[in-house]
């Protein structure tokens, strides 16, 4: 079982960025795709972006596609989340996600961090 811990997040002004990342402990990163996925209040959890074990496969909602870029070091057992051209939409607790196969449903994966919050606010 992998143990999952998110960091990185915080207040931002429109415009700016962030990048999150997503520590495992437990059992090697290397072994599971991970995804991000995100909920502000009063809404559904939604899919942000994964990343195959490999890093050779990389998926993208449109609402984040050109700014947001998600990457794997598993050598550091960590995934990012680089966040760009932040919008207020964008707030929302942030969540990573290990699963065994790729994929854009949070049904898909089963060891989820605690998340971090992200707020963009002038």
């Known amino acids: 079982q992998v143990q999952l811990v998110e960091s990185g997040g915080g207040l931002v002004q429109p415009g700016g960025s962030l990048r999150l990342s997503c520590a495992a402990s437990?059992?090697?990163?290397?072994?599971?795709?991970v995804g991000w996925f995100r909920q502000a209040p009063g809404k559904e959890r939604e899919f942000v972006s994964a990343?195959?074990?490999?890093?050779?496969?990389?998926y993208y909602a449109d609402s984040v596609k050109g700014r947001f870029t998600i990457s794997r070091d598993n050598a550091k057992n960590t995934v990012y989340l680089q966040m760009n051209s932040l919008k207020p939409e964008d707030t929302a607790v942030y969540y990573c996600?290990?699963?065994?196969?790729?994929?854009?449903?949070?049904?898909?994966?089963?060891?989820w961090g605690q998340g971090t919050q992200v707020t963009v606010s002038s």
């Open positions: 437990g059992r090697t990163l290397s072994s599971y795709a």
């Open positions: 996600a290990g699963s065994r196969v790729s994929g854009s449903s949070r049904y898909d994966y089963d060891y």
């Open positions: 990343v195959s074990r490999s890093g050779g496969s990389i």
